[in-house]
C-alpha cells in the first residue's frame, strides 16, 4: 500500500508538471502576497530571497492551501545553515513562533540528526536518507499534502513519508521543538530565516493543487 501511495503521489507529479495550472507564489521578482514577522528580513538578491538574521517567518498571505504540491528550489550557505518550509499553518500568524507550533516545518539543515535534518518534518518525522546538493549547489523539493499525509521527495529522491496517525516521537523538553498533534487540512505556509549565521536563497516558490 505504501508504494502504492508513494507511486501515486509520483505520477501525479509528473502529470502536474505538464499542465498549466502552476500558481507561483514567489517569482524571483518580486514579495508581492508575502508578509514578514519576528526579527531579520529576507531580501531580492539576483532574482533569489536571501535570508538575513532571524528568527523571523515570510508568510504567504493570499490563501490558504489544502491537497497540493508546493514546489521549493533553493540553495545554502553551508551544510549547517538552517532554514525551513511551513505547511499547514492554522492560522494567520501573531509571532514568529506561531508557525513553529501551529503548522509543521519541513526543515533545511543538511548537518543534523535525522528527525532535523533536510526533508524531516521537523522534531516529528525523519528523513530517510541525505538527497541535497552541496553548498551553493540549487536543490529541487516538492511537498506533497493529501489529507493528514506529506511526502517529501528531494531532488528526485522520495525521502519522507509522514502520516501523523502513526507514532510519534514525543516532544524534548527545548522551546523551539513543536507541540505535538494534528494541523489542520488547510493552512498557510511560510519560509524561515533562522539567524545570521545561517544564509539560505530561495528562488521560486509554487504550488500546483491535487484532488
Known sequence: MKLLLILGVLLATAALAQEPDERILFDGASLDGWSHIGPGSFVLEDGALKTEGGMGLLWYTGDKFGNCIIHVEYKVESAKS???????????????????????EIQIQDDNDSLHRTGAVYSMWPSKHSAWEPPGEWNDMDI??????????????????????????????????????????????????HSDQDTVWFRKVSVRPLP
Do not use: C, M
Request: a positive charge.
Open 82 to 104: 538552517n532554514s525551513g518550509i511551513f505547511i499547514r499553518v492554522a492560522d494567520k500568524p501573531a509571532n514568529e513562533w506561531f508557525a513553529v507550533h501551529h503548522g509543521y
Open 144 to 193: 506533497a499534502l493529501v489529507g493528514q499525509k506529506i511526502q517529501v521527495t528531494l531532488n528526485g529522491q522520495f525521502i519522507t513519508d509522514f502520516d501523523p496517525a502513526k507514532d510519534i516521537p514525543p516532544k524534548r523538553q527545548h522551546d523551539w521543538e513543536p507541540e505535538r498533534g494534528r494541523r489542520p487540512l488547510t493552512g498557510y505556509i511560510g519560509l524561515q530565516n
